[in-house]
């Protein structure tokens, strides 16, 4: 069965400093995997995915994650962070892998806070 | 731009009082999903469509159902909300071709009081 966590349901980081948010994942099949933010009120805004191909995948907003095989992780970073980054991340992997639905397996979520 | 719509963004309702809420999209996918997220929780899907098809989750309460009319609009209907169904109810679809399905897009939420 497919799984995700996210280590750390809190990170606070300066302004400027970098951003680590953590995903690891369980999955019997290549995974498809996802970071979504989400601010406050606000539906689930898709960052960046990794399907198949460069392990190193770029998104909006300056975000890029790696998905690592053999550590299984798919680990969220950005060299620098601002004020507008704060805001809650959810990592998620896709269940029925190349099947009709494509369902999201969603973490807890990682609530972000960038202090000035 | 090609989005997805809810309404209302904010809907207050009765303890036992029918409500629907509303979703549609100018993306053009064939899947809609409705998920529930409450506060300081991840978002868990209560079912989707499949063009027509509807999958229903296991653990979704009878109280919740679906309907999705054509291809563009998708509601969720609760029949007799409780207090603890208030949440942020997210609407997402995505495209499925050639059995392999891709990202999902959200749309902003409604948020449900039941007083």
């Known amino acids: 069965a497919q799984s995700v966590t996210q280590l750390g349901s809190h990170v606070s980081v300066s302004e400027g400093a970098l951003v680590l948010l953590r995903c690891n994942y369980s999955?019997?099949?290549?995974?498809?995997l996802f970071w979504y933010v989400q601010y406050p009120n606000q539906g689930l805004q898709l960052l960046l995915k990794?399907?198949?191909?460069?392990?190193l995948v770029k998104g909006i907003n300056g975000f890029e994650a790696e998905f690592k095989k053999s550590e299984t992780s798919f680990h969220l970073t950005k060299p620098s962070a601002h004020m507008s980054d704060a805001a809650e991340y959810f990592c998620?992997?896709?269940?029925?892998?190349?099947?009709?639905?494509?369902?999201?397996?969603f973490g807890t979520g990682t609530l972000l806070a960038v202090q000035p | 731009d090609a989005m997805v719509i809810q309404n209302p963004r904010y809907q207050v309702t009765q303890f036992g009082k029918p409500v629907t809420l509303s979703c549609s999209q100018t993306?053009?996918?064939?899947?809609m999903y409705w998920y529930q997220q409450k506060s300081s929780q991840a978002p868990k899907l209560l079912f989707h469509?499949?063009?027509?098809?509807?999958?229903n989750e296991a653990d979704t309460p009878d109280n919740f159902q679906s309907r999705r009319p054509n291809t563009s609009f998708c509601f969720l209907d609760i029949r007799s909300p409780g207090l603890g169904d208030a949440a942020m109810y997210l609407c997402?679809?995505?495209?499925?071709?050639?059995?392999?399905?891709?990202?999902?897009?959200f749309g902003p939420g409604t948020r449900l009081t039941v007083t």
């Open positions: 997402a679809t995505s495209r499925v071709r050639g059995g392999v399905g891709y990202e999902q897009y």
């Open positions: 999955s019997s099949v290549p995974p498809y």
């Open positions: 990794y399907t198949t191909g460069a392990t």
């Open positions: 998620a992997v896709s269940l029925n892998y190349g099947g009709a639905t494509n369902k999201l397996i």
């Open positions: 993306l053009n996918h064939n899947v």
């Open positions: 469509y499949y063009d027509k098809d509807f999958n």
